[in-house]
Structure formats: structure tokens, C-alpha cells
């Protein structure tokens, strides 16, 4: 793929690290992509006021009051909950032993699936719960580490609304959005909020079979994101790419899905190997060793512009992104999954995979 699409200004060179500097903070391009998901738009504004703005109204839109949100954002995940997520994340994990921790981000996204899972319990659908809960989740700092008073002072404003809130953060820090809790938020809700489905039969109902001969299918026998063969199958419209990460024994280990709206926003979703859609997604630490990512936040870090950290690139390119094969001792770090082809397969090979015949 063209370097050039991890770029708007056509005159700079994404090829060349350090030539691009982003002209969005990575917090504030968070935050504008979850308030586009919560409406169902892009917007490319990155003025902080008007995000916020956006945001306190999606969260009211949701019928739920923001004292109720912010009640439910004092929630933390039991042990129970986090022991429910930590067992999920490590489904199908390689090299991780069976007592891995989960890091910090996976024990916020526990809080958040807690705090969702407790609204909708009380009646409310998981989409109304995951609105009200964004403007605390971008907005406020991990609730356990407020003082006393700092509690008592967003509660008396979450009593007022959610643009009393809004406009308490932005009181408090002219760029208020809380980075670790958007992402932590987005694992736990962007499904929620687009109304996503809940499995690989739902996906193929909703979009067709991608298996079906109508789609183009590609095998990347060592794919450079994942240093592994992947399969990857693309709509005949080019709005949806399903990309399959293959095992070692070619069966599919889990699946992530790029989807291409209306007005150009991209949803990014993750299933699992039993075809269930999941918050996560597997990436190499080293050789046949897993480090777990959230998603859409693992797509984002590849998906986007490099000057407007824009989440709207379809298909990146793996020279803007600088990934390489990488060798230990003479050894390859990676897997060869050419022996997968299957008929029907159009075979890339990256220019830099020394396994090339």
C-alpha cells in the first residue's frame, strides 16, 4: 500500500520517520473519535471545546441522568469481573501462562464493563449505558484516585447535568480528556455504541459472506502487523475488510473487522476463535509469545493519519508504519504461513519478508 494514505497533505513523505508531525494530541484525536462513534458521524474538528460539547450531548441523549453516570462510574470491577475479563483476554493467548495478570489498562477496562454491565442490569440498553457513561469516562480521572474533595466536587456538578460537568473539566484543564480511560472506555463500548455484531454469523448476516467467492481474498504469509500468515477477505464495494490471523495448524486464531460507514467513519472490531465478538486482540511480543491489545485502540495506532491522526485509513501501509521482520541470532522472528494457501488465495508477499521464495 502507498505510504501516502497516512497522509492529508499530499507534499509530505510518511516514508521518511520524524518528516510528519501530527497536528492533533493523541488525547484529543481519542476523544473525537468516540464523540464520531457516539453520533454516528465524523467530524473533523479538533477544537476541544466543541468535542466536549459533543460529548455531554451524546451522554444526554441517552435518557440516563449524569448524576446516575457519575454514580456509576464510582463502580470498580469485583474480583469476580476482573477474573472473567483476565480469563477471556487469554483465551487462545500463545506463551502466556494460565496466572498472566491483567496490566493496568485491563483492569480499567474491567471497571468500565463493570459500570456498563451494573446500568444495564437496572433496565437500560448497553448502548444508552455506554452514552451516559462517556463524558465521566473521557473527562473525569480514575475515580479512585480523586480526593475526597475532587468527588465531591464533580458529584455536585454531575447534579446539575452533563454540561455542568463539561464545563467543570474545562475549567479544570484546557485539554481535559483522560487518554488511558477513552481507551479504556472505547474497548468496553464501541461495539455497544454502533450496535455491532455479536458474532461472525451476525457479521456474515449483516454483510454477506465473506468467504463467498464475490470477495477478494489474500493470504500474508507473514503479515507485518502480526508476524504471522493472516487472511484477509475485501468487499467487492471496498467498504468492509475482514483480515483472519492464522495459526500454525491454518486455523483462524481470531478475526478483526474494518468497517467503512457513511461519511468515512471506520468501525474496528474484534472476535475471538469461537467467533464471538471480544474488546481484544493478539499482537506479537516475540515469537509465539503474545502481548494483548484492546480494541479499536490497537487498530487505531495503525489506521490513521500521521498529520491529522485521522482513524480513517482503510488499508496502511506497513513502510509509513516502519514495522519490520526482525532476526535473533540469525533466526527469524516470525512465522512462514505460505504452507496455508488455499484455492482462492491471491499470495502477498511484503518486500521486506526475507522468507520470499
Known amino acids: 500500500m502507498n505510504p ?10 510518511p516514508s521518511r520517520p520524524g518528516s510528519v508531525r501530527a497536528s492533533v494530541p493523541n488525547a484529543v484525536a481519542y476523544a473525537r473519535y468516540g464523540a464520531d462513534l457516539l ?6 474538528s479538533a477544537d476541544v471545546v ?33 477474573e472473567a475479563l483476565r480469563r477471556e483476554v487469554l483465551d487462545g493467548a500463545l506463551g502466556l501462562g494460565p496466572d498472566t495478570p491483567l496490566a493496568t489498562v485491563g483492569r480499567r477496562v474491567a471497571d468500565a464493563l463493570a459500570q456498563k454491565n451494573a446500568c444495564v442490569a437496572d433496565g437500560a440498553s448497553a448502548a444508552a449505558c455506554c452514552a451516559a457513561l462517556a463524558t465521566p469516562w473521557f473527562l473525569v480521572d480514575a475515580y479512585g484516585k480523586l480526593t475526597p474533595e475532587a468527588r465531591a466536587g464533580w458529584s455536585r456538578a454531575a447534579s446539575e ?12 484543564d484546557p485539554q481535559p480528556f483522560e487518554h488511558q480511560n477513552i481507551k479504556a472506555w472505547l474497548a468496553a463500548c464501541a461495539g455497544d455504541v454502533r450496535h455491532a455484531p455479536g458474532d461472525l454469523d451476525d457479521l456474515r448476516a ?41 495459526g500454525e495448524d491454518c486455523a483462524v486464531r481470531e478475526t478483526e473487522v474494518i468497517v467503512r460507514g457513511e461519511g468515512g467513519l471506520l468501525d474496528f472490531w474484534s472476535f475471538d476463535g469461537h467467533g464471538r465478538r471480544v474488546g481484544h486482540g493478539f499482537f506479537p511480543a516475540r515469537l509465539r509469545v503474545d502481548a494483548i491489545k484492546f ?14 491522526r485521522s482513524f480513517d485509513v482503510m488499508a496502511p501501509s506497513y513502510r509509513a508504519l516502519g514495522l519490520v521482520l526482525r532476526r535473533d541470532d ?12 488455499e ?7 511484503h518486500e521486506r519478508d526475507a522468507t520470499r521464495p
Open 206 to 246: 449483516r454483510f454477506g459472506d465473506y468467504r463467498s467467492g464475490s470477495w477478494a481474498r489474500e493470504l500474508h504469509p507473514v503479515s507485518m502487523a502480526k508476524l504471522a500468515p493472516r487472511r484477509i477477505y475485501r468487499s467487492p464495494d471496498g467498504s468492509v475488510a475482514v483480515a483472519e490471523s492464522i
Open 295 to 308: 480494541t479499536p485502540d490497537a487498530c487505531l495506532g495503525c489506521h490513521y493519519k500521521l498529520d491529522t
Open 330 to 341: 540469525g533466526a527469524p522472528q516470525w512465522i512462514d504461513g505460505s504452507a496455508c494457501t
Open 4 to 13: 501516502k494514505v497516512h497522509v492529508a497533505d499530499p507534499s509530505l513523505d
Open 343 to 349: 484455492k482462492g488465495d491471491r499470495v502477498i508477499w
Open 50 to 82: 466543541a468535542i466536549t460539547r459533543r460529548l455531554a450531548a451524546a451522554s444526554a441523549a441517552s435518557g440516563l441522568s449524569a448524576a446516575r453516570a457519575f454514580a456509576l462510574y464510582a463502580g470498580e470491577a469485583s474480583a469476580d469481573e476482573q
Open 39 to 44: 453520533e454516528g458521524r465524523v467530524d473533523g
Open 161 to 172: 447535568g452533563y454540561d455542568a460537568l463539561a464545563a467543570a473539566a474545562l475549567a479544570e
